[in-house]
């Protein structure tokens, strides 16, 4: 492909669209309400005004405000009323299409203020996580660079991290791994965000969320609100968007990789949806760029909310995903190729979540109630040769993983002490039957193996913050315990106490001491849970596996120099304990989870330790006159035992990670933006020749076997990239018409892969024997090194067509 006349085209294409629309200035309305977010009750007379402008106004009796005239695009609103703190909210998306409907909730002020005046802040600021919380805003998921729309590449521009291909949404943050992060919407929790996704960890190349229904998103690398367990590295928490429409709208998008249809639309005086369906046509890219698999998806996704009077709310979610894989036949015959569609077994999924959440408001607190359940179905079948004959059987998977989940939860503010606390449970189904032709200890064998697994899980937690020496000081505590059924070694929540503290101190005005500790668990994969041998025995549980914990202690500096930027300085050190050990590769399982297919269905013990630590420095700004900047560096050092008890590099030890980001609207409704990124090489394995040259090794999983002797010796080259990205918006009379222009790794900076050892062929494609004459159990294969990269210029072109 010649991409260098690609993008003229797409640029000629622009320029002509440009020069025959009849463009119709149009504006939008703004409408909201803005309550007690204790009690719900309206709050009248409040300012209103929109952020870094003089455009205001106040709330009616009902604490209801109306702006008329916006231009279409992000705006903030600053608010504050007597009594309560001031709030400077996320960005909101102006239609002129559509009217915008948010509920704005602000919190009771403390009653004396003498020496200490708080001045809200356009960043995230929770008791609870002074520390190690990112709040990713709209604009930034609409328009980021290099992103396409997909939030698990927004993500990456943000301290701590890290990514470990260009074609992977797999995230590590700060040194642990991708199997360590949890996500929720709307307090549900979604197993991962991806589709393909790596059943036992949480990655996969492509996002399954449309980013039209989220507001914003809250990132944690540490100090984890204890409502929210079963993470050791991240938590993410997804907002969506407020769905009180008064007339239908679509929104349909062209992406990068996929088609969608969006629709807003009342359903009742009281109840709003939001719903989606998108298409991929990735697999028309992948044969552009010569690959040897071809996939595609399909996703769907809604949210209802009704609220049913000032004291009770109740919303539904759904989220799915059918992912469907097959092989290019068109594929060049290199080696290359070759050598993938030898060893790359057919993989199809399908999962979804449903949930409900309530909630309930008293006099000065809330109750919530969350219902849900999960489902992953994960298929993956291979042939030898890709011939389909019973004989020719060397992979057959199927597995379904099942979670029914509730969650309780009661907020109160009694006398400025903000309480939270509440309990969890949840019925476990899983199941498992896989064959497959392998080689261990030195013979062919097989795995063959049926596996069905039901248990329960449960949880308590509870929070409490305050602050004291007028609001100069701020701390909060919280413990949580969790505990299952599956076996004696998880069944006690005692075992699994898991406290933290927090601290914020105002040195200045604008400048800050934060500081947090932390223990927290995480259960098994239920791969690792459900393994079993071929005499039907639950190896893991007869090993004496249990939960999985991660000391977090963290400490910072923030400074807030005006009302639009923000400094931190952050150091982090967490400590691993009881993480699962393979007994076949003896290494840690928290450096695998990082590519496609399965993770965690192996023998393992509870004996491995790790620990990662380092630092971080960000610097955020959003000015008034169009500017949106992060530039943040991390040093991370991640290290796990081995089989002698030694800490080695594990999967995810970058090093360093440095990330800028830019931002800019310009006039008439363009807007331009960059991110380049610099990461670190990442440690690998090096290839075992004498065992992968073995007929009989390599005929079981026709791929190079590594040495774990000399496990994470090797390390790759650094990698950089730069993405840019060229916005431009219509607002026509009844239509909103927008387009982008997204290139991705410009100067076409290639990113070297660990080393391969692939099959030497002859002139009919033959695998050579060096050895034929020899016992069938002695004969090897011709090798060769296959030194691979990844990584090409990939401009792509979206269109946006709201009416």
């Known amino acids: 492909m010649n991409w260098s006349q690609l993008i003229k085209n797409l640029l000629l294409l622009a320029f002509l669209h440009l020069s025959v629309v009849n463009i119709n200035a149009q504006t939008g309305v703004l409408k909201g309400q803005v309550r007690d977010a204790y009690t719900n009750k309206p709050i009248p007379f409040a300012s209103v005004v929109i952020f870094n402008t003089t455009t205001g106004t106040m709330t009616d009796t009902l604490g209801r405000f109306e702006f008329r005239d916006l231009d279409p695009g992000f705006i903030r609103l600053q608010l504050s009323s007597l009594g309560y703190n001031s709030l400077i909210t996320e960005e909101y998306n102006i239609s002129q299409v559509r009217n915008t409907s948010v509920q704005i909730k602000l919190e009771s002020a403390t009653e004396s203020l003498e020496e200490i005046r708080i001045t809200a802040s356009p960043y995230a600021v929770r008791p609870e996580a002074p520390v190690s919380l990112r709040r990713i805003g709209i604009d930034q998921i609409e328009k980021s660079a290099g992103a396409n729309r997909d939030i698990s590449k927004v993500l990456q521009s943000f301290p701590g991290v890290g990514s470990a291909s260009t074609f992977r949404n797999d995230l590590f943050v700060r040194g642990g791994g991708p199997s360590e992060n949890r996500f929720f919407i709307d307090g549900i929790e979604i197993p991962n965000i991806n589709h393909f996704a790596t059943q036992g960890a949480t990655g996969g190349p492509v996002g399954i969320l449309n980013v039209d229904f989220i507001r914003e998103v809250d990132f944690y690398s540490s100090a984890f609100p204890a409502g929210k367990g079963n993470a050791l590295s991240s938590v993410f928490e997804f907002k969506q968007i407020d769905v009180d429409v008064d007339k239908p709208t679509f929104k349909g998008t062209l992406g990068a990789s996929e088609i969608s249809l969006t629709t807003l639309a009342p359903l009742s005086e009281k109840t709003g949806l939001i719903a989606s369906v998108r298409r991929s046509y990735l697999q028309f890219l992948f044969a552009a760029l010569d690959l040897p698999f071809l996939p595609t998806f399909t996703d769907f996704q809604f949210k209802t909310e009704t609220r049913i009077d000032d004291r009770n709310e109740i919303s539904f979610l759904g989220i799915g995903a059918i992912d469907v894989f097959e092989f290019n036949d068109g594929a060049s015959p290199t080696d290359e190729n070759k050598y993938i569609i030898g060893y790359l077994p057919v993989n199809n999924q399908w999962n979804y979540t449903l949930g409900t959440s309530y909630k309930h408001y008293f006099e000065n607190s809330y109750l919530s109630m969350f219902l849900s359940r999960n489902h992953l179905n994960n298929e993956a079948i291979k042939y030898d040769d890709n011939i389909e004959e019973p ?350 222009i997204d290139i991705q790794n410009v100067y076409n900076n290639q990113s070297a892969q660990a080393p391969e050892l692939i099959q030497q062929l002859d002139d009919n494609g033959e695998s050579i024997v060096v050895n034929p004459d020899a016992p069938l159990n002695q004969q090897r294969y011709a090798m060769q090194e296959l030194n691979g990269t990844s990584g090409t210029v990939l401009p792509t072109i979206g269109l946006l067509i709201e009416f």
């Open 391 to 740: 004989e020719n059987l060397n992979l057959n998977y199927i597995s379904d993983e099942i979670e029914n989940k509730f969650r309780t939860e009661y907020t109160a503010r009694p006398n400025q002490w903000t309480l939270n606390f509440g309990a969890g449970a949840e019925y476990i189904n899983y199941y498992n039957r896989t064959y497959n032709r392998t080689f261990i200890d030195g013979q062919p064998s097989e795995i063959n193996y049926k596996s069905e697994l039901d248990f329960v899980k449960w949880s308590v937690f509870g929070s409490v913050s305050h602050p004291f020496f007028d609001n100069r000081l701020t701390l909060s505590g919280g413990v949580r315990m969790d505990a299952n059924s599956y076996s004696s070694q998880m069944n006690n929540l005692l075992d699994q106490l898991s406290p933290r503290a927090s601290l914020s101190y105002m040195i200045l005005p604008e400048f800050y001491f934060n500081a947090n500790v932390g223990r927290y668990y995480q259960n098994p994969s239920y791969t690792t849970m459900g393994y079993r041998n071929t005499e039907g025995d639950l190896v893991n549980k007869q090993n004496g596996l249990t939960y999985i914990s991660s000391d977090h202690f963290v400490a910072g500096l923030e400074l807030r120099p005006n009302d639009h930027s923000r400094m931190t300085l952050e150091g982090f050190y967490k400590l691993y304990d009881k993480y699962p050990f393979s007994v076949k590769d003896s290494i840690s399982m928290a450096s695998k989870g990082g590519d496609f297919g399965v993770v965690g269905d192996e023998e393992v013990t509870s004996t491995s330790k790790g620990k990662a630590y380092g630092f971080e420095a960000l610097y955020r700004t959003k000015t008034n006159k169009g500017l949106n900047m992060i530039a943040a560096y991390t040093y991370v050092r991640s290290e796990f035992t081995d089989y002698k008890g030694d800490y080695i590099a594990s999967a995810w030890d970058s090093r360093h990670l440095f990330t800028v980001t830019v931002n800019q609207t310009l006039k008439r409704n363009w807007s331009v933006g960059m991110k380049w990124r610099y990461v670190g090489g990442l440690p690998y394995t090096p290839y075992d020749e004498d065992k992968s040259s073995l007929k009989v090794a390599w005929d079981a999983q026709f791929r190079q076997y590594l040495d774990y002797s000399q496990y994470n010796t090797k390390r790759l080259e650094d990698f950089h990239q730069l993405d840019l990205r060229v916005d431009k918006t219509y607002n026509l009379k009844r239509m909103t018409l927008g387009f982008y």
